[in-house]
């Protein structure tokens, strides 16, 4: 991964036309990411479209006032409608989580850069990443480049899609990693306009009610290792069907087990359809977890990672139990409490 982002400025400031696009069960960091590039590449004049791997959640509506996002494969003969100089993956470079838009990107001849903050994914067979795995948002490295490398002018959109990217991977500034640069880009921010009230109130502050009642079902149906410091919930599709649950919705409920005290390692088991499992995994810190996630095709970051199973519930935690009871046992005690 490359950490002089020398290289992706000069693709974008000789590029005419860029395609943008990030993550599937798109999310605050990858689409705040997308829309401040495309807004700072169409102040400077160049042609910039939005292809997502499928439709962000209700809660991200207010990021695309002038309806930009548009899906793949739904919208793809609107993309091929004309040539793209270059293509631009933000805050991810996880083949499995671009539901093919990297390849028709490829097919379509179209030079493709990734500009993530995951560490690098030993399955990632390009060469053209950017990047930085120690940043807390790909939001971070998105005003990097277009203030520090570029020297575009940020304006208040830009300057709130950043605000929105940092807010929304930080968990509303819990998760800083100890990393200043985070909150000193942010205090830059502020000034242009951000109104940092509503950006609160859009991410964190309007979840549907079945958000809230699926959440009491999860809570209700943890399970804990012996020692208290593993905890888990499976959900079944019959639940999903009952409380007419979206992706979205579950995204929080992995944070709200690990926050018990006791808990080090948090895992949500979702049967999104019938034979289809989404893990969710979460540490507070003593374990990383991405190594297991990784080992199951997904990926992530150390302390929140995540992948896919295909079979049944039962033998998805099966098969991921072993796996993280095995990560406490080999990693020393933690020391204190
Ligand atoms: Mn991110």
């Not at 060469?127 to 002018?153: N, Q, S």
């Not at 000193?184 to 502050?205: E, K, M, Q």
Request: negative net charge; charged residues 25%; proline residues 4%.
């Amino acid at each position: 991964m490359k950490s002089s982002f020398a290289g992706l400025a000069e693709a974008i400031r000789k590029a005419d036309s860029i395609l943008l696009t990030t993550h599937s069960g798109p999310d605050g960091d990858g689409l705040g990411s997308v829309a401040a590039l495309a807004r700072a590449m169409r102040n400077q004049g160049k042609t910039t479209f939005i292809l997502l791997p499928d439709a962000p959640a209700d809660r991200y509506a207010f990021l695309d006032p002038n309806g930009e996002f548009r899906v793949f494969p739904q919208h793809r003969a609107e993309a091929e409608a004309r040539t793209w100089d270059l293509g631009l993956v933000v805050d991810t470079h996880q083949k499995t989580l671009l539901g093919g838009v990297d390849d028709w990107m490829k097919d379509s001849g179209i030079r493709t850069l990734y500009f993530d903050h995951h560490p690098l994914s030993p399955d990632f067979d390009g060469t053209e990443i950017y990047g930085d795995a120690t940043a807390v948002a790909t939001g971070c490295l998105v005003y990097k480049l277009l203030v520090d490398e570029l020297g575009w002018k940020i304006d208040k959109e830009i300057a709130g899609s950043i605000y929105i990217s940092i807010s929304y991977d930080t968990n509303s500034f819990k998760y800083l990693r100890n990393d200043p640069d985070a909150l000193a880009i942010c205090a830059d921010l502020i000034p242009y306009g951000v109104d940092t009230t509503w950006v609160y109130r859009s991410l964190f502050a309007s979840n549907p009610l079945r958000k809230a009642r699926v959440l009491g079902w999860v809570l209700s149906h943890m399970e804990f290792s012996e020692d208290g410091r593993l905890a888990s919930v499976s959900i079944p599709h019959t639940v999903i069907d009952e409380f007419k649950v979206e992706r979205d919705d579950l995204r929080d409920a992995v944070t709200n087990i690990l926050e018990i005290s006791g808990v080090e390692i948090a895992a949500v088991l979702k049967e999104m359809a019938v034979g289809e499992v989404r893990i969710s995994l979460r540490s507070k810190g003593n374990f990383t977890i991405n190594q297991v996630a990784a080992a199951m095709n997904g990926g992530g970051h150390a302390l929140a990672a995540g992948c896919e199973f295909l079979g049944p519930l039962d033998a998805a935690w099966d098969d991921l139990r072993p796996r993280l009871t095995g990560v406490m046992a080999d990693a020393p005690e933690p020391s204190g409490a």
